[in-house]
């Protein structure tokens, strides 16, 4: 089989690529390795940003429908001491430019405006060979193959088309996270659900943290986030709920009980991530016929910019090639040109959100990253 642009991976920067290429007339395949587009869940709540993650779905001519998914009041947050008390506030009166939605509603969007066929499921890659000329054969684990002028890598922080390009890899942050859920929290955990309020909470000290969001139907999504060396999740049997919980909250000791709440009255497993981020300034030589999107092109710590990162090299990417008919490879220089330092650039600001939040001064450090962003 010969497609002239493979993607791979459909998340939302192969997505939006995919997206804006059909809007243009332009026809790619994306190949994904789940089942389904239901075979796992896809997150929480994005915030989507008005100078790049708005911009990308206004390309893709589906910011109409993106303003019917934004969570209400999603863009309030709050800051917690260790003991629960309050120490910043913001309500969202709907002027912050960072409207909240799920990710998977947003996901479903861009699903929803592609052609049929165009996404092919169950396709893990599992090789790819060079051939003359920058076109690749893409090997799947069904045995099936196809042959490619473009090859696009949307296939996240552990990418395989990275590896044409370079054989840098991500690096542990020293911060593993775990994912918790609380449902109903309303009428079942009304303190912990006060605590978080209509939007985002920040509670850290001593290098670590609880992070929730307030989901529809009263679903309070937290990320622990702990200081622990490489690996030492592997130590706990996750599937375990009662006692990885209590384990993750003994983490938390003298914090207030709203807070931990958070972590044992989880009605889910809990999952732990290991935080994991590129370098910076990565960056790779022009390579014939591939290029990356999102994660797999600039994986940083969390900071709230990958997913509208992600969409924003989607909707360039295509940019880039409408803009250079019949040239690909004039099209991936340009687009790669301004990639490297955009990239660069988000990298340096999350690493300071980072910073903010985990370094000896926090919670005040955060707290003044908002006042000089106020200012």
Not at 6 to 11: D, L, P, R, V
Not at 257 to 265: Q, S, V, Y
Request: aromatic fraction near 8%.
């Amino acid at each position: 089989m010969t497609s002239a642009i493979t993607i791979i991976g459909a998340g939302l920067g192969g997505l939006m690529l995919a997206r804006v290429l059909h809007v243009h007339g332009i026809a790619a395949t994306v190949y994904e390795a789940d089942a389904s587009a239901h075979a796992r869940t896809q997150g929480g709540m994005l915030d989507i940003h008005d100078y790049n993650g708005q911009p990308a779905l206004r390309a893709a001519g589906l910011y109409d429908q993106f303003v019917g998914l934004i969570h209400p009041g999603g863009e309030a947050m709050r800051v917690l001491s260790k003991d629960g008390a309050l120490l910043f506030a913001q309500a969202d009166d709907g002027s912050g430019g960072r409207p909240e939605v799920l990710r998977g509603e947003l996901r479903r969007l861009l699903l929803a405006s592609l052609p049929a066929g165009a996404v092919q499921w169950g396709r893990k890659l599992t090789s790819i060979a060079a051939l003359a000329d920058g076109e690749h054969v893409v090997t799947f684990a069904d045995g099936s193959r196809v042959t490619t002028r473009l090859l696009v890598g949307a296939d996240g922080a552990w990418s395989k088309v990275r590896q044409l390009l370079t054989d840098v890899k991500p690096t542990y942050s020293g911060k593993t996270f775990v994912e918790t859920f609380l449902f109903d929290s309303d009428r079942l955990y009304p303190d912990s659900a006060q605590a978080v309020g209509g939007g985002a909470l920040f509670a850290m000290a001593g290098g670590q943290g609880i992070f929730a969001h307030r989901e529809p139907n009263g679903v309070l999504h937290t990320y622990a986030a702990l200081n622990k060396p490489q690996g030492w999740a592997a130590g706990i049997d996750f599937s375990d709920r009662g006692a990885a919980l209590a384990r993750v909250a003994a983490e938390f000791e003298g914090w207030a009980p709203a807070l931990t709440t958070l972590i044992t009255g989880s009605a889910t497993d809990p999952v732990a991530r290991e935080v994991m981020s590129l370098p910076g300034d990565h960056r790779w030589a022009r390579t014939p016929g591939v290029t990356l999107v999102g994660d797999a092109a600039h994986l940083m710590v969390p900071s709230g910019e990958g997913a509208n990162l992600a969409m924003f090299d989607g909707a360039e990417l295509a940019r880039a090639i409408v803009a250079h008919p019949g040239d690909i490879e004039a099209a991936l220089a340009a687009y790669e040109n301004d990639l490297f330092p955009r990239s660069a650039l988000a990298a340096a600001e999350a690493v300071g959100v980072f910073d903010a939040c985990f370094g000896p001064n926090a919670p005040q450090s955060l707290l003044d990253m908002f006042a000089g962003a106020s200012a």
